[in-house]
């Protein structure tokens, strides 16, 4: 009795509604294809119909091969008449990759198993091949409707997934789908109770689950990375429009100051004139230091490009090395001024720490910044006390404190799509940018 309900397991009657399972889930591409093409979509039931005529073709070629060669013959030849070209409609008609169709075929395949075992359940109850497909095509049924009400978005959100990803979760069904075919549609290992047969899904379970465990801390370390990078991005806008607007705003107090200077030195005059000395000359010092902290010299049209460059004069000076700061940028460019502020400061405070490293009469710091031919080129150049480790094309940081180092200024870089190159050059270390 086994034996008869094992040769009829596969029979192809459940095939026009099961092959169908995976397809409204797959249907829609990536995301963005999806949002582009939505307009000229026919509708989600319009969709489901072709998908039922599609299945209802696949039916009749089996019932052909079913008429021709008989039942055995059907049963063999199923996956060329029906699986065959519901991948190839896949990929024809919804632009999926090859990968992404046989992985919903065979995860329908797969799903019968729960239509399988009811209708085993039932036959055994009742003894009846009757019941055995009613209960199968009820259970097909309901399998259809919950795969169809939570899980439609699977198709899209697996359609964005890397090759590699696609392939480990296609391991378990198709290797089933293998097994299944070469053990109990082509030959009758299955039931000769062949220790190898019956070891071998399990073998190819604790594969699968190794490998996608592998997959899933991969894919879990790579989000971690992209969360940190995220933040630090993030963190490095957040600063460096403070520091920006911080330098803006000082300057309009000292211009607004300059201004009005007949009235501040009548204040101090009459500070003085009322023998507040002390209070007089603490203004004057806050004058001075504040006009020193934040005068931004003029090395070009672009405001935010002064500001970066002053912004760390008074570590160059306070570090005793010798600066060739130049540029040569207009007022607008296509960069933001946060990007450009971050970049500029962030590339020129790490040269400034690794040349104050070096023996003194050593330190030297070169910037040139330039505007040609829509791009803005960057080279940063400085000596250095130990040479930096590198690693992948990337200097090692071997100290803390100073900005966020090569790693933000690679990432700023590469998120305004450009580029950047660092490498050691004799006695001096290079940065090369491309925005």
Request: contains cysteine; neutral net charge.
């Given at each position: 009795?086994?034996?008869?309900?094992?040769?009829?397991r596969?029979?192809?009657?459940?095939?026009?509604?099961?092959?169908?399972?995976?397809?409204?889930?797959?249907?829609?591409?990536?995301?963005?294809?999806?949002?582009?093409?939505?307009?000229?979509?026919?509708?989600?039931?319009?969709?489901?119909?072709?998908?039922?005529?599609?299945?209802?073709?696949?039916?009749?070629?089996?019932?052909?091969?079913?008429?021709?060669?008989?039942?055995?013959?059907?049963?063999?030849?199923?996956?060329?008449?029906?699986?065959?070209?519901?991948v190839?409609?896949?990929?024809?008609?919804?632009?999926?990759?090859?990968?992404?169709?046989?992985l919903?075929?065979?995860?329908?395949?797969?799903?019968?198993?729960?239509?399988?075992?009811?209708?085993?359940?039932?036959?055994a109850?009742?003894?009846?091949?009757?019941?055995?497909?009613?209960?199968?095509?009820?259970?097909?049924?309901?399998?259809?409707a919950?795969?169809?009400?939570?899980?439609s978005?699977?198709?899209?959100?697996?359609?964005?997934?890397?090759?590699?990803?696609?392939?480990?979760?296609?391991?378990?069904?198709?290797?089933?789908?293998?097994?299944?075919?070469?053990?109990?549609?082509?030959?009758?290992?299955?039931?000769?109770?062949?220790?190898?047969?019956?070891?071998?899904?399990?073998?190819?379970?604790?594969?699968?689950?190794?490998?996608?465990?592998?997959?899933?801390?991969?894919?879990?370390?790579?989000?971690?990375?992209?969360?940190?990078?995220?933040?630090?991005?993030?963190?490095?806008?957040?600063?460096?429009?403070?520091?920006?607007?911080?330098?803006?705003?000082?300057g309009?107090?000292?211009?607004?100051?300059?201004?009005?200077?007949?009235?501040?030195?009548?204040?101090?005059?009459?500070?003085?004139?009322?023998?507040?000395?002390?209070?007089?000359?603490?203004?004057?010092?806050?004058?001075?230091?504040?006009?020193?902290?934040?005068?931004?010299?003029?090395y070009?049209?672009?405001?935010?490009?002064?500001?970066?460059?002053?912004?760390?004069?008074?570590?160059?000076?306070?570090?005793?090395?010798?600066?060739?700061?130049?540029?040569?940028?207009?007022?607008?460019?296509?960069?933001?001024?946060a990007?450009?502020?971050?970049?500029?400061?962030?590339?020129?405070?790490?040269?400034?720490?690794?040349?104050?490293?070096?023996?003194?009469?050593?330190?030297?710091?070169?910037?040139d910044?330039?505007?040609?031919?829509?791009?803005?080129?960057?080279?940063?150049?400085?000596?250095?006390?130990?040479?930096?480790?590198?690693?992948d094309?990337?200097?090692?940081?071997?100290?803390?404190?100073?900005?966020?180092?090569?790693?933000?200024?690679?990432?700023?870089?590469?998120?305004?799509?450009?580029?950047?190159?660092?490498?050691?050059?004799?006695?001096?270390?290079?940065?090369?940018?491309?925005m």
């Open positions: 009795m086994n034996t008869t309900i094992a040769t009829r596969n029979d192809s009657s459940m095939s026009p509604i099961l092959t169908t399972i995976p397809i409204e889930n797959v249907n829609l591409g990536d995301y963005s294809r999806a949002k582009r093409s939505a307009r000229h979509r026919p509708g989600v039931f319009g969709i489901r119909w072709k998908l039922v005529g599609v299945g209802a073709a696949t039916g009749c070629a089996f019932g052909l091969a079913n008429a021709v060669g008989g039942e055995l013959f059907a049963r063999q030849a199923y996956p060329l008449v029906v699986h065959l070209p519901l190839v409609y896949l990929c024809v008609r919804y632009r999926l990759s090859p990968l992404l169709a046989i919903g075929v065979t995860s329908a395949y797969l799903s019968c198993q729960f239509s399988n075992w009811m209708g085993i359940a039932a036959f109850v009742t003894d009846s091949q009757v019941a055995y497909y009613v209960a199968r095509i009820i259970t097909t049924l309901g399998v259809f919950v795969l169809l009400h939570w899980a978005d699977i198709g899209p959100r697996l359609a964005i997934k890397s090759p590699t990803e696609l392939e480990i979760l296609l391991i378990l069904p198709l290797v089933y789908y293998i097994f299944d075919y070469a053990t109990n549609v082509y030959t009758t290992l299955f039931h000769s109770g062949s220790v190898v047969t019956v070891e071998f899904l399990a073998f190819a379970l604790c594969a699968f689950y190794l490998m996608f465990l592998a997959v899933y801390l991969r894919e879990y370390e790579a989000k971690e990375i992209a969360e940190r990078e995220r933040w630090m991005l993030a963190t490095r806008d957040s600063a460096a429009i403070k520091e920006l607007e911080a330098w803006r705003q000082s309009r107090e000292l211009s607004v100051l300059r201004h009005d200077m007949r009235h501040y030195l009548r204040g101090l005059a009459a500070l003085i004139e009322e023998g507040h000395t002390d209070e007089a000359l603490e203004r004057i010092d806050a004058l001075c230091e504040t006009n020193d902290r934040t005068a931004v010299r003029r070009c049209a672009n405001e935010t490009v002064n500001i970066a460059l002053s912004s760390l004069s008074a570590d160059i000076n306070a570090h005793g090395i010798t600066a060739d700061l130049r540029a040569a940028v207009p007022e607008t460019v296509h960069v933001g001024d990007d450009l502020f971050s970049v500029v400061s962030n590339a020129l405070d790490n040269a400034i720490a690794a040349a104050s490293a070096a023996p003194e009469g050593k330190r030297f710091v070169d910037l910044l330039r505007y040609e031919d829509g791009q803005l080129l960057l080279l940063v150049s400085n000596t250095f006390g130990r040479a930096p480790h590198m690693v094309g990337m200097p090692v940081a071997q100290h803390t404190g100073h900005g966020f180092g090569t790693k933000s200024i690679k990432l700023a870089v590469e998120r305004m799509n450009g580029n950047c190159q660092f490498r050691i050059n004799g006695d001096r270390f290079e940065l090369r940018a491309v």
